[in-house]
Antibody, heavy 122, light 108 residues
Framework: QVQLVESGGGVVQPGSSLRLSCATS????????LHWVRQAPGKGLEWVAV????????YYADSVKGRCTISRDNSKNTLYLEMNSLRSEDTAVYFC???????????????WGQGALVTVSS | DIQMTQSPSSLSASVGDRVTITCRAS??????LNWYQQKPGQVPKLLIY???ALHIGVPSRFSGSGSGTDFTLTISSLQPEDFATYYC??????????FGQGTKVEIK
């Protein structure tokens, strides 16, 4: 079955950096785009970033543009999110999710990981 | 950015009730509309994509309809496991996508 497992979350100070990882299994990783979506405590869902199946296209929400970098390693079936200059408003659970349709970046995450909590606090 | 507005923000219903949740887009999004279910402490699950297509494994009591700016998610007969928060999400404005604020379905 499709599985996505995030890691790398934690408590960090404002201005610091963090890298999240998302290890996957159960699907053909190389042909699917992948998303990061976050959820602040008690709040709704916010799309963060997406990377195409081959890594050639990357897109970001305005709220993280210039501070986050999404990447993938198709040899390890793993997705990453590098976050810099972290702010208190970045505090959230970060979910990785696979795209519903192969090859395309269609904006429809179907299977999601359990999430990694990132807390930005001094 | 395209804004997505759900109504109501919360509702109380009984098991067996027919429940309808509405999602309105700030501009036309054709049928590029997805619905997700999230139970407390759990991961969002895709229910419906393309406004009306049921995702794999989703019970047939869930249905979606609409196009343009107005969409609905209907649960034909509410079951105990359906108490959750439901989110709509537009997949029209690639490559940035937005969610509605959520509708919490509670037990009456």
């Amino acid at each position: 079955q499709v599985q996505l497992v995030e890691s790398g979350g934690g408590v960090v100070q404002p201005g610091s950096s963090l890298r999240l990882s998302c290890a996957t299994s159960g699907f053909n990783f190389r042909i699917y785009g992948l998303h990061w979506v976050r959820q602040a405590p008690g709040k709704g869902l916010e799309w963060v970033a997406v990377i195409s199946y081959d890594g050639s296209n990357k897109y970001y929400a305005d709220s993280v543009k210039g501070r986050c970098t999404i990447s993938r390693d198709n040899s390890k079936n793993t997705l990453y999110l590098e976050m810099n200059s972290l702010r208190s408003e970045d505090t959230a659970v970060y979910f990785c999710a696979k795209e519903n349709i192969a090859v395309m970046v269609a904006g429809t995450p179907d299977y999601w990981g359990q999430g990694a909590l990132v807390t930005v606090s001094s | 950015d395209i804004q997505m507005t759900q109504s109501p923000s919360s509702l109380s219903a009984s098991v067996g009730d027919r429940v309808t949740i509405t999602c309105r887009a700030s501009q036309s999004i054709s049928t590029s509309l997805n619905w997700y279910q999230q139970k407390p402490g759990q991961v969002p699950k895709l229910l419906i994509y393309g406004a009306s297509a049921l995702h794999i494994g989703v019970p047939s009591r869930f249905s979606g309809s609409g196009s343009g700016t107005d969409f609905t998610l209907t649960i034909s007969s509410l079951q105990p496991e359906d108490f959750a928060t439901y989110y709509c999400q537009q997949s029209y404005s690639a490559p940035t996508w937005t969610f509605g604020q959520g509708t919490k379905v509670e037990i009456k």
